[in-house]
């Protein structure tokens, strides 16, 4: 069959073509309309479609995607693509258990409330390992969507835990990648709760499980933290009588009082410490009262304690400060503890001093407490939390040396023992000698022939 000049025209105009960039000047005859309609039968590829249907090399579908080419990037997007705010952390909890699962961990989940779990893994079948490694998947509202720059990737929980979460685990699974650690060595925990009331690090107190050294992922500038301030937390409550505003002689002003006591908590010196610096104060909400014209009958503060110096100290200042305003009640909240002294023994690290809260204390235990992670805290929390790309690769390579020297201490350490014939060593010594001179076996390496953590001695640790 022939096809005229305007059926010729026509072959562009299919649905699944490109169309032509300007109209035709003339009405389409009817066959020509027919022939159109036959032709639109035939589905014509498009360009999109086509390179759909390609199989890209590999170095091509990189330069493509960059974070896809990462492990630690990629697994961060993942992570961070999924809304956990508090007390709603179950699908990233869901899809970190899939990831593990399919990376060869043996992948325990522990209830906390309700259908909210923490996400405890390892390799192998030995749940009981030397070292933990272990951080939050539970963020602050509101939940902002990933994004990723040249340089810098955005969201919520980018940096304050997720970045922690996916450089931990990257660094773990290159170290069994390249048989550097295997089972009974490090295990995995993750979990919720920590942006309000530690509920998930207190749950896994009873996992049934200790550690010599736990390292927690937090957001430290890549700094091994020396330690960080505590945290009190309370509401004053005020009672008071309402009337009329006109005749305030016969009510009682809550508003009032409550304001003469937050005066004075606003300017009270409460103690501190050389190491952590000054203890901060913040009155975070005030409500009270319901309209203008009535004096209000109560009211209330909820306020925060960054604690630098004894806790029943800074308790006890509190209470004394405001006990002579009447109809004042102090009401302490679950959520309390002192300043935290951290292990930072590792050499090749700075290090730095955090005036926030973190789980540490809230896992019992006499291991050794190492906090480090990438991101600053002063971009968390923020309508514009982020990372930088290169602090997530350095963290990685952090996390590593952190676990192996967890494992295998080569810092040099003071002397400790005095004395003569078998405790007679030099002033300052290896960890190696003591270990060989009192015939102490440390946890074995796998690339010397063991088997992983080998409990012997003193359990490998002085």
């Given at each position: 069959m022939k096809l005229s000049s305007a059926s010729v025209l026509l072959l562009p105009l299919s649905a699944n073509a490109l169309e032509l960039p300007f109209k035709l000047p003339f009405k389409l005859p009817s066959q020509v309309t027919f022939f159109k309609t036959k032709l639109e039968t035939y589905k014509i590829p498009t360009i999109s479609s086509i390179r759909s249907r390609l199989e890209l090399p590999s170095f091509l579908k990189k330069l493509s995607d960059p974070i896809a080419a990462s492990p630690v990037l990629s697994l961060h997007r993942s992570l961070v693509q999924i809304p956990s705010i508090t007390g709603n952390e179950r699908a990233v909890a869901d899809w970190l258990?899939?990831?593990?699962?399919?990376?060869?961990?043996?992948?325990?989940?522990?209830?906390?409330?309700?259908?909210?779990?923490?996400?405890?893994?390892y390799p192998g079948t030995n749940r009981t390992t030397h070292?933990?490694?272990?951080?939050?998947?539970?963020?602050?509202?509101?939940y902002i969507p990933y994004k990723s720059a040249i340089s810098t990737?955005?969201?919520r929980g980018s940096n304050d835990a997720k970045g922690s979460v996916a450089a931990q685990i990257t660094a773990v699974e290159e170290l069994l990648s390249d048989g550097t650690i295997g089972p009974g060595n490090v295990s995995l925990l993750y979990v919720v709760g920590e942006e309000y009331s530690g509920d998930g690090m207190k749950a896994a107190n009873s996992l049934g499980v200790t550690w010599k050294s736990v390292i927690f992922g937090e957001p430290t500038e890549n700094k091994l933290a020396v330690g960080h301030k505590g945290i009190l937390l309370f509401d004053l409550v005020s009672s008071g009588k309402a009337s009329h505003s006109g005749y305030p002689q016969l009510g009682v002003n809550a508003n009032s009082q409550l304001i003469s006591a937050l005066a004075i908590l606003d300017k009270l010196q409460l103690p501190g410490s050389d190491l952590l610096g000054e203890s901060t104060l913040n009155?975070?909400?005030?409500?009270?009262?319901?309209a203008p014209n009535v004096i209000p009958a109560s009211a209330n503060a909820?306020?925060?304690?960054?604690?630098?110096?004894?806790l029943d100290e800074t308790i006890s200042l509190i209470k004394e400060s405001i006990s002579n305003i009447p109809n004042i009640k102090i009401r302490f909240l679950n959520v309390g503890y002192g300043p935290v002294e951290l292990d930072h023994d590792v050499e090749g690290f700075e290090t730095i001093i955090c005036s926030y809260g973190t789980d540490v204390p809230n896992l019992k235990g006499e291991h050794k407490k190492y906090l480090y992670g990438p991101g600053s805290i002063l971009t968390a929390h923020g309508d514009n939390e982020y990372v930088l790309k290169s602090d997530l690769?350095?963290?990685?390579?952090?996390?590593?040396?952190?676990?192996?020297?967890?494992?295998?201490?080569?810092?040099r350490v003071p002397a400790i023992i005095e004395g003569e014939g078998l405790?007679?060593?030099?002033?300052?010594?290896?960890?190696?000698?003591?270990?060989e001179t009192l015939a102490i076996r440390?946890?074995?390496?796998?690339?010397?022939?063991?088997?992983?953590?080998?409990?012997?001695?003193?359990?490998?640790?002085l």
């Open positions: 258990v899939s990831y593990l699962t399919n990376q060869n961990f043996t992948v325990e989940t522990q209830v906390v409330s309700g259908d909210r779990v923490n996400v405890f893994a070292t933990l490694v272990t951080s939050h998947i539970d963020t602050v509202p509101p990737i955005y969201g009155i975070g909400h005030i409500t009270g009262g319901v909820s306020i925060a304690v960054r604690v630098a110096g004894d690769f350095d963290a990685v390579n952090g996390y590593k040396k952190l676990i192996k020297e967890s494992l295998w201490p080569t810092k405790f007679d060593m030099p002033e300052t010594v290896t960890v190696e000698k003591i270990v440390p946890p074995a390496h796998p690339k010397q022939g063991g088997e992983g953590f080998i409990k012997a001695g003193c359990d490998g640790e």
